[in-house]
């Protein structure tokens, strides 16, 4: 048996070495992985970054389209009858300018006149007699991806008369 003892003892010793050669090549395999996947997540964030840069222009190009569009279409409303297909025709074009936009994921933001002021939504170009910091008047629409706002909406914001201006 004492012949045994050796060869037993130099099997275990060689089977930790394999097991503790293992447990490394493991280790460097999940070590590895983990940076495979650290660094997808930064080529995707990058990636991501690099296209709402180009993206910034052509939206601003279409904001401008769709704002020149909804103005004409507007300031047409009450036009004769000749010009309500005109009048069609350029909400049409608005409608499809926004459909563009929301492609690029810049959705219409929604604003409507009796909505309260919010500056992360909104930006003030103008006040009227209405209620005090509500919507009076939407003369520019916004847009937002998600929950961040891309553009803010121009607005006309309600301001009272004081009384004392009126008796005096």
Do not use: C, W
């Not at 070495?17 to 280790?27: P, S, T």
């Not at 706002?149 to 004392?164: M, N, P, S, T």
């Amino acid at each position: 048996m004492s012949e045994t003892d050796p060869v037993a003892t130099a099997l275990d010793r060689l089977t930790e070495e394999i097991k503790a050669e293992f447990k490394r090549d493991h280790d460097r395999a999940a070590h590895r992985e983990e940076i495979i996947d650290r660094l997808y997540a930064e080529n995707q964030k990058l990636r991501h970054g690099l296209l709402e840069e180009a993206l910034t222009p052509v939206r601003a190009g279409l904001y401008r389209l769709y704002d020149l569009a909804a103005r004409e279409a507007a300031r047409l409303a009450a036009a004769p009858e000749d010009d309500r297909h005109f009048r069609a025709l350029l909400e049409a074009i608005a409608a499809e300018v926004a459909e563009v936009l929301a492609r690029t994921g810049a959705e219409l933001l929604e604003v409507a006149p009796g909505d309260p002021y919010d500056s992360g939504r909104h930006r003030a170009v103008g006040t009227a007699p209405g209620p005090d910091g509500q919507v009076t008047a939407v003369v520019a629409a916004g847009f937002q991806r998600e929950e961040r706002v891309l553009r803010k909406a121009d607005v006309v914001i309600g301001k009272q008369e004081d009384e004392g201006r009126k008796d005096g």
